[in-house]
């Protein structure tokens, strides 16, 4: 028997509960985890509460990321004992994610824990890290150096930002940092950024092409904002992007593309081939300093997610919220 935080429908409204149940009631994949710790997100926190369409099929567990032990394996890159990392794979939306002492996975969505990191380390830097991680692997893959000049870096205060700033210093790059909340900027500065650029900058209409500024950047926002940076960017830059929190649409031209060579590297931290996201948590754990791990971070057991799953839709929580299993 273990415990599940439960998401599930009756009468056409979604439940939550936290619900005693049998190993048979988990789906049947090829590795079976005893959770350490998961974490909650914005995007669990909208499936929790029913803000969001996020679940996608009824009973699931939510929880986006977890890492634990291997209790039992039917495959042979895993034995009971071994260390794992999950992020990503539509866990949490449709397949039952971290939320519960126990996890039912499929091996390909697995990644051995680094050696150096413990699993709570691994879920203070979550799936927010993993991109950030994929981010800069991107733009060093596209051929940028630290002597190539300044990298940008949108949405700063955030997850995936906040932790891209921090590698991007750590690698030697000259970063500036983009955030709307003016009372962040010594904690973006103590985390590497070589200055700060206000939000409002970069929320004006873009023009085509716009004086070159960066040699690259990452984008956690996109739609406009995005348009604004592929506009500043310097002739053969490169953009990673990952986010779409300002909307789907990018209303720029094909100018930035064609006339200043500028590239824009699509980051997904779901679709990653496993040799990659390998390498991404074994560079994370050598890259991140031990200042990073004592962050603002919050544990909690799993009786108290539902409350900080509502707590973070209504903008009430900072840093990583860990539920420990």
């Not at 048979?24 to 710790?37: C, F, G, K, N, T």
């Not at 519960?100 to 799936?127: H, R, Y």
Request: hydrophobic share 40%; glycine share 10%; with cysteine.
């Amino acid at each position: 028997m273990f415990n599940a935080l439960v998401i599930d429908q009756e009468n056409d409204q979604q439940t939550v509960s936290i619900k005693n149940l049998e190993e048979s009631a988990l789906p049947q994949e090829e590795v079976l985890i005893d959770v350490d710790y998961s974490s909650i997100n914005y995007k669990d926190g909208l499936a929790i509460t029913g803000k969001g369409k996020i679940v996608r099929q009824f009973p699931l567990v939510p929880g986006i990321d977890l890492a634990g032990t291997v209790s039992d394996s039917k495959h042979p890159c895993y034995k009971t004992g071994d260390k794992v990392i999950l992020t990503g794979w539509g866990v949490g939306e449709n397949h039952w994610g971290g939320l519960a002492e126990k996890a039912s996975l499929k091996a390909e969505w697995l990644v051995p824990l680094p050696e150096s990191l413990t699993s709570k380390q691994a879920m203070i830097i979550g799936t927010a890290g993993f991109t950030a991680m994929l981010c800069v692997m991107a733009l060093e893959d596209y051929g940028l150096k630290p002597e190539d000049g300044e990298i940008l870096v949108t949405g700063a205060s955030g997850g995936v930002g906040s932790v891209a700033v921090t590698l991007l210093a750590n690698l030697g790059y000259k970063v500036a940092a983009v955030t709307g909340r003016p009372e962040n900027a010594d904690l973006l500065t103590s985390l590497g950024a070589s200055r700060i650029v206000s939000r409002s900058e970069l929320e004006e209409k873009a023009r085509p092409l716009d004086k070159q500024l960066w040699a690259g950047a990452v984008d956690t926002v996109g739609s406009k904002v995005l348009a604004k940076v592929l506009s500043q960017v310097n002739y053969n830059g490169a953009v990673a992007a990952c986010g779409l929190a300002g909307g789907f649409d990018l209303p720029t031209t094909v100018m930035p593309f064609i006339l200043r060579n500028v590239a824009l590297l699509g980051v997904d931290s779901v679709m990653c081939p496993y040799e990659k996201r390998k390498a991404a948590w074994h560079r994370l754990a050598e890259l991140l300093p031990d200042a990073f791990y004592e962050q603002a971070t919050t544990e909690i057991g799993l009786k108290e997610a539902p409350e900080y799953a509502e707590k973070i839709t209504l903008g009430q929580v900072t840093g990583r919220t860990l539920v420990k299993l």
